[in-house]
């Protein structure tokens, strides 16, 4: 099998690990070695450049049915996952991105939303039919659930939109919520209108979707949201380059968890307005603005390490991101499953 050697400049290994001078060796979509570049032997293939070298990007928010998979693996995202998309579409992009010729990322996927009769999105005029599964009771909910769960989804998502209509019961909330736990799936809430945010952690979800944006959580809603469930940032969807109100309040509140200790994920609802494909510096500064350091913002945007043994996705970047996050935009160098899939000449 043949063996590639990449070196660089300066890599992050991984949380709180970084090192100079690193050469980094690939073998059948596995890495074999890590580790100062005069340490390391010949290999079959070698690059070289001045690169900054990171573990491929994860965006954990995305509808790629509204992008260009080749332009957001270009863009150093080497992994996605869809958080709404009519299955009999996304989960055949979760099978071909799983392939050594995909020129996308490889894909996770939720498959539909889980809503009440009439609830968002059923009539939002970006989601396609098929975007959002309704429910009515909490049996239905049950069964709704266990079919989604055959497809093998990332995870189940639920939508908590009061401000676009209905929503879900708290029975049917619950029983989602047991069911999918019940099948080893976590549940991600798309939360949006005044106390729909409580009524998410209470039913024991483990995860928003957003960075909750309509209005300022109670500091004792905040410490308990800490300990139990996991926030995907989607911080730029409310600015596009201004400052806002939604951008804010969803600061303020992003910011508060993280000083609980709470622990946040890179996403940025790709497909929702004018986010570019690939790694998004704009929602990384505003994740600094919530008060995480570069090495927090990179481990909220990564799944692995570069260390032996780990997949081989990587990107290499035209500067250091610890003292400029814009230089996240634009790798010049992105790796997937071993294979070399663009490099700046």
């Known amino acids: 099998m043949a063996t590639l050697l990449i070196q660089g400049s300066r890599a992050?290994?991984?949380?709180?690990?970084?090192?100079?001078?690193?050469?980094?060796?690939?073998?059948?979509?596995?890495?074999?070695?890590?580790?100062?570049?005069?340490?390391?032997g010949p290999a079959d293939q070698e690059l070289e450049g001045r690169w900054f070298l990171m573990p491929g990007a994860v965006d954990h928010h995305v509808h790629l049915g509204l992008s260009d998979p080749r332009a957001v693996l270009r863009g150093g995202v080497t992994a996605v996952r869809d958080l709404g998309w009519p299955p009999e579409d996304v989960f055949p992009m979760v099978d071909i991105s799983t392939g050594t010729a995909s020129q996308g990322p490889a894909v996770a996927a939720a498959g539909p939303m889980l809503t009440c009769r009439g609830g968002y999105p059923a009539r939002a005029s970006w989601a396609p039919p098929g975007t959002a599964l309704e429910v009515e009771g909490p049996a239905d909910a049950v069964a709704a659930v266990l079919r989604l769960a055959d497809s093998d989804p990332a995870v189940i998502k639920v939508t908590l939109n009061a401000e676009a209509g209905p929503t879900l019961s708290d029975q049917e909330l619950l029983a989602i919520v047991e069911a999918a736990h019940g099948r080893g799936l976590a549940v991600t809430a798309h939360v949006q209108g005044p106390g729909q945010t409580e009524r998410a952690v209470g039913a024991g979800v483990d995860e928003l979707a957003h960075t909750p944006w309509t209005e300022r959580l109670p500091d004792a809603?905040?410490?308990?949201?800490?300990?139990?469930?996991?926030?995907?940032?989607?911080?730029?969807?409310?600015?596009?380059?201004?400052?806002?109100?939604?951008?804010?309040?969803?600061?303020?509140?992003?910011?508060?968890?993280?000083?609980?200790?709470?622990?946040?994920?890179?996403?940025?609802?790709?497909?929702?307005?004018?986010?570019?494909?690939?790694?998004?510096?704009?929602?990384?500064?505003?994740?600094?603005?919530?008060?995480?350091?570069?090495?927090?913002?990179?481990?909220?945007?990564?799944?692995?390490?570069?260390?032996?043994?780990?997949?081989?996705?990587?990107?290499?970047?035209?500067g250091d991101p610890t003292e400029d996050l814009g230089a996240l935009a634009g790798p010049g160098l992105v790796v997937r499953e071993g294979s070399v899939r663009f490099l700046e000449r």
């Open 12 to 40: 992050w290994l991984g949380p709180g690990r970084w090192l100079d001078d690193p050469a980094v060796v690939l073998e059948g979509g596995r890495i074999l070695w890590v580790g100062p570049a005069g340490h390391a």
């Open 221 to 318: 809603l905040v410490q308990a949201m800490a300990r139990s469930v996991v926030i995907v940032s989607t911080l730029d969807i409310h600015s596009f380059g201004r400052s806002t109100p939604q951008l804010e309040t969803a600061l303020d509140n992003l910011r508060r968890f993280h000083d609980a200790g709470g622990r946040v994920l890179y996403g940025t609802d790709l497909g929702n307005g004018p986010i570019p494909p690939g790694i998004h510096a704009a929602e990384a500064r505003h994740l600094a603005a919530a008060g995480l350091t570069p090495d927090e913002i990179l481990t909220s945007m990564t799944r692995h390490s570069l260390e032996t043994g780990a997949p081989a996705d990587l990107v290499g970047l035209g």
